[in-house]
């Protein structure tokens, strides 16, 4: 164990000795399990503590790496020793290839630098059985092959989420006055390549619609959305539905230019904005609630507002510019035609 922890400090200190730590490692026998349990440990509870989560290191690892990476990140975060044997006889590798995937995963989570922290309670809220009545539409909607029922369901599911959403804001009022609870939390959302720029404005309108806020994190392929938990859960699950639509409608008929691919996908984030800011708007109105409902969810976007600032204190924006007038055409209309 300890020749190999003298072989990875070298390739943290920034050497180029890889392969050298891999050797060590594969040489190490029976006691490579061990060896590779303990320093992972070590690597991934210092990038905890610079405010990384499990979900965000794997993610990293399909992001900076290759799906190989990937799969051995889900095999560590499982928690289970041992790891790296198993993980060798299921892709089919020699010791030395199987340590080496593994010191250059270990070695990107060294190298990733401190983020805004989030509270473990906040990464998703507790169980509900109207959230799963609400995947379960969503799931459906997408699955089914007739477009009436794929709408009629996906407007249930969207119905069924605000009416949570504003049940949960005023049981948390009256429980604590003009208060509004534990307060809001936050979740990191992924972003992916390619078009990140015009996801992330896909996810900001969704996150507005719901009362949530979104910052954009472009190194990193994520963006952290504060709001409550409820919230938060509409958000994930409306921005996934709602993106694979859009894949959908992208690739239906001939490949297009890059330029094409991305005007359409900001075309499509600024007309989903529109459509559901109404959409929300209209299913407030239609709820049958207290008088005091609009300065609870008022004092509710408040408190999103202040915690995002909190959490970060210097944000800039930006704007996204498509440079192909028919795909933004295109992508509006796809938004005229998605279901939620």
């Avoid at 477009?147 to 949960?168: C, F, N, Y």
Wanted: net charge neutral; with cysteine.
């Amino acid at each position: 164990m300890e020749e190999f922890e003298g072989a990875w400090a070298r390739v943290r200190a920034g050497g180029d000795a890889v392969d050298a730590a891999a050797s060590v490692l594969a040489a190490a026998g029976g006691d490579w399990e061990r060896a590779a349990g303990g320093t992972a440990r070590n690597v991934v509870r210092e990038a905890e503590s610079r405010g990384w989560q499990v979900r965000d290191l794997i993610r990293m690892a399909s992001r900076e790496l290759d799906p190989r990476h990937e799969r051995l990140a889900h095999t560590m975060q499982k928690g289970k020793a041992p790891f790296l044997t198993p993980f060798a006889q299921a892709e089919k590798l020699d010791r030395f290839s199987a340590a080496t995937t593994f010191v250059e995963l270990l070695r990107l989570y060294a190298a990733l630098p401190r983020i805004t922290p989030l509270a473990p309670a906040t990464q998703a809220p507790p169980p509900s059985k109207m959230l799963a009545r609400i995947r379960a539409l969503l799931a459906k909607a997408e699955s089914t092959g007739f477009p009436e029922e794929a709408e009629a369901l996906s407007a249930k599911a969207q119905h069924l989420m605000t009416r949570h959403s504003i049940d949960e804001a005023l049981l948390t009022a009256a429980a604590h006055g003009t208060g509004t609870g534990a307060g809001p939390g936050a979740r990191r959302i992924g972003v992916d390549r390619p078009y990140e720029g015009a996801k992330a404005l896909l996810l900001d309108a969704v996150a507005a619609a719901n009362r949530c806020e979104s910052v954009w994190s472009a190194d990193f392929g994520f963006s952290t959305v504060v709001g409550y938990g409820t919230d938060l859960e509409a958000v994930e699950l409306l921005y996934t539905s709602l993106l694979v639509q859009a894949d959908h409608a992208l690739h239906r008929g001939t490949s297009r230019s890059r330029n094409f691919r991305e005007s359409f996908l900001i075309g499509y984030a600024g007309r989903i904005r529109e459509r559901l800011a109404a959409a929300t708007e209209r299913a407030t109105a239609e709820t049958a609630a207290p008088a005091d409902l609009l300065p609870v969810l008022a004092a509710r976007e408040v408190d999103v507002r202040d915690a995002t600032r909190r959490m970060f204190p210097t944000t800039t924006t930006s704007r996204l510019k498509g440079r192909d007038a028919e795909g933004w055409r295109h992508g509006e209309a796809a938004a005229d035609r998605a279901r939620f």
